[in-house]
């Protein structure tokens, strides 16, 4: 495959499939030291032939969840995939020749391609779609279903209609929030891009999928940290309905995929990748596709389907209180159940949890409930004790009796300590440096974000990257410390010194990996310790906490146990699902995926006929959107809302554009001089109105270019004062201030005061 100018599909090549499976085969590597634990789940559903889009969500860890996906299904299915990802990643070196060995596909997006626009703009107070312009060039720079944007982030949308070159009107008004009435009504500067026409990457994907090949896509667009999903793109649809309509013998299954994690930002965490059931396209639905009238529509149901298949394989909240209290009654629920559940299941009994809760929440005893677990989470707090280690708390023994066993648990995680520091101090420069770029890079993405939380889902990405890079120069650098050493005292000859430098390069190693396998007994221990010491010295608190998590986990497992068969009639039980299933706590936990797979069938479809309803809603909702009744929004992020043809293959949504608008609803954010001219204030009025700029289209560029560049009068004299000027073209006053005089005077005192010391 080519640049991202030039794309046309091509078989992939022998060498490229072999970098496709060396490079996995290395990153899996990297993975199994990081995460504890990856599980599958009914990972026979994944088609063995044919055209497949595997559609992943929620996408909670950036460049971790495709790397994990295409591990999974090339384990199991011995199939690869092949992403989408951004021209600008494409052409990197590192990024881009890694994504070039995964057979990623590149995809121009237009905010990539924003450049500085001539003049400023105003918006019309009688009407937010049009946009008024002084010493613009609308006719020249803008196009029509192009882009433009404010600065500073803070908001961007296409241009519907292009009147003339200092007027044109938009498809979707800018937030109103104070900074941007405030930048509108006095003008600003602004940013401008062509639209993209998306059609040779679309007649590449059509491509690759008519040879059989398979597409990932995270449909979100970006990476998050929210416990629920962000609105889908309309990309996905377009690819799968595109590729059938242009080869009708092209029957692409869509395969939803839940990437679920155990506190995924963390090292030696737990994921479960989850297969849901392929969806198979009707012809009807491609027919619609193909029928301008009603392609639109035809993209709006798939993405319900998509959406229906994504939620039944993840489990998704509507806020992290809710998630505490679905994690709190999964560890409370009959005692430790769920430690006697494999992994997946887990994730199976959180899905539950929250179909219950969301069924039953407006049932007093369900309120009831929840007050007292964030009652019982905020006492675990105050003792900075998990749950899980409150039942190993032994307060009704002899205080006595525990002494030993804490000493014990002392000296052993003593022992355990003095085995793993040779190689944690080997690996505690890569260490040190992958945590502090991880929370560098998670404030700057925070920062840079309106969708996400605590930004936890570049965290894990940026240790493992980091750890990539640093870690073999590390060891590089010990083996080559080790190699002099020998050498200089004669040890060997020279002849020997490269094998020398491989053995004490794999020595060092191994040591690591040791060190990691002993490390990881001991924190397991060192977390037991705490709970010991809490037994002997806060006795009371403990029984306290132990009598309100008896109690919670009574009335927890009542309410599950009343209302859990209404929804699960013939398959409440899990744990006899497990035993049915033939599930064991060893790595092959599940005997039959077919017999799992009957088993939940029927609960997809009481799921699916409870959101045929939603789906109603959501379509007569979004037809009210498109007609501008519910157009509230200037992002482009919301699916359809921006969706004018997709056929036409024009902008269409693949990834997130959020750094767009990620200054939008920050009121700290302090406003730049916003033009490249001069800025002035108008001392007669904020805003000219749309009359004076209206009224003689021509005589709009004749204010006065200053010596210094600025349009609006003769600008500031040679010393940065302000000057008054008069537009020949209006009867009001503008005073003018050279936003360069501030920088100027700074200078000047900096090295006054330099010479002054």
Not at 58 to 74: A, E, R, S
Request: with cysteine.
């Amino acid at each position: 495959m080519g640049s991202a100018s030039d794309l046309k599909y091509k078989a992939f090549s022998w060498y490229r499939l072999a970098s496709y499976d060396l490079l996995l085969w290395a990153l899996s590597i990297v993975f199994d030291c990081f995460f504890r634990e990856i599980r599958p789940r009914g990972a026979f559903k994944i088609p063995r032939e044919g055209p497949v889009i595997f559609v992943g969500a929620p996408h909670h860890n950036q460049f971790v969840d495709p790397i994990l996906l295409q591990n999974q299904v090339k384990r199991e299915a011995n199939r690869r995939i092949s992403f989408l990802i951004a021209a600008k990643s494409y052409q990197l070196k590192v990024v881009g020749a890694m994504a070039k060995c995964q057979l990623s596909i590149p995809v121009v997006r237009p905010q990539d391609n924003l450049t500085k626009a001539t003049g400023k703009i105003y918006i019309d107070p009688q009407d937010q779609f049009r946009i008024l312009g002084k010493g613009t060039k609308f006719t020249e720079e803008c196009m029509v279903r192009g882009l433009i944007a404010l600065p500073q982030s803070l908001g961007a949308t296409e241009v519907a209609e292009i009147v003339s070159d200092t007027e044109l009107m938009v498809r979707k008004e800018f937030k109103q929030t104070q900074q941007i009435r405030e930048l509108l009504t006095a003008g600003t500067s602004f940013k401008r891009a062509d639209k993209i026409d998306q059609k040779q990457v679309y007649k590449m994907v059509f491509d690759h999928l008519s040879d059989g090949n398979c597409l990932g896509i995270f449909p979100e667009g970006g990476s998050h940290d929210r416990p629920d999903l962000l609105p889908l793109k309309a990309g996905v649809a377009v690819m799968a309905l595109g590729a059938m309509e242009n080869n009708p013998e092209c029957d692409v299954k869509i395969v939803p995929c839940g990437m679920n994690y155990f506190s995924a930002h963390k090292f030696r965490s737990r994921a479960v990748i989850e297969f849901g059931d392929p969806i198979t396209i009707q012809q009807e639905l491609v027919k619609k596709y193909a029928n301008p009238e009603t392609s639109k529509e035809a993209v709006r149901e798939l993405l319900d389907l998509i959406s229906t298949g994504l939620k039944a394989v993840t489990v998704t909240c509507e806020d992290f209180e809710t998630l505490m209290l679905i994690q709190a009654a999964r560890r409370l629920y009959a005692g430790n159940f769920a430690q006697q559940l494999p992994l997946p299941l887990i994730v199976e009994m959180n899905r539950r949890l929250v179909v219950g809760y969301q069924h039953y929440k407006d049932k007093p005893v369900i309120q009831e409930l929840k007050k007292q677990v964030v009652e019982y989470n905020d006492m675990l707090k105050s003792l900075h004790l998990p749950d899980h280690h409150v039942e190993s708390c032994r307060e009704e023994v002899n205080k006595l009796q525990l002494v030993p066993i804490l000493i014990y648990r002392v000296v052993k995680l003593i022992f355990l300590f003095i085995l793993a520091l040779p190689g944690a101090s080997l690996f505690a420069p890569v260490f040190i440096s992958s945590n502090y770029i991880s929370k560098q890079k998670q404030k700057e993405a925070l920062a840079n974000s309106v969708v996400k939380i605590e930004a936890n889902d570049v965290i894990a990405t940026w240790k493992i990257l980091v750890a990539m890079v640093i870690a073999p120069v590390v060891y590089s650098f010990y083996a080559t410390i080790g190699t002099y050493y020998c050498y200089t005292r004669g040890i060997l000859t020279s002849f020997k010194l490269l094998w020398l430098w491989c053995f004490l390069y794999i020595l060092g190693v191994l040591v690591t990996y040791s060190a990691l396998l002993t490390g990881e007994q001991g924190v397991d221990l060192f977390k037991s310790i705490r709970p010991l010491y809490l037994s002997i010295k806060s006795g009371s608190s403990i029984r306290s906490l132990k009598k309100m998590r008896n109690e919670l986990s009574e009335e927890i497992t009542e309410v599950v146990n009343t209302f859990g068969p209404e929804l699960y009639p013939r398959d409440f039980n899990l744990l006899e699902l497990k035993h049915s299933l033939n599930i064991t706590d060893e790595v092959n936990y599940v005997a039959s995926d077919e017999e799992e797979d009957r088993k939940t069938e029927e609960l997809k479809n009481r799921r699916q006929l409870r959101r045929k309803a939603e789906r109603r809603s959501k379509r007569s909702k979004s037809r009210d959107f498109d007609n501008g009744s519910l157009s509230n929004s200037s992002s482009m992020s919301d699916g359809m809302s921006l969706l004018a043809d997709p056929r036409s293959y024009t902008n269409l949504a693949i990834f997130s554009d959020y750094n767009l608008f990620k200054n939008t609803h920050n009121k700290n954010l302090r406003l730049e001089p916003q033009s490249k001219f001069t800025s002035s204030v108008s001392l007669n009025s904020k805003f000219p109105s749309s009359a004076s700029l209206n009224s003689n289209p021509g005589q709009q560029q004749d204010y006065v270019r200053s010596p210094l560049g600025g349009v609006g009068g003769n600008g500031a004299d040679a010393g940065g004062r302000p000057s008054l000027s008069k537009s020949p073209s209006e009867e009001q006053i503008e005073l003018n201030f050279d936003v360069r005089a501030p920088l100027k005077n700074k200078i000047r005192d900096m090295m006054r005061k330099n010479r002054n010391q």
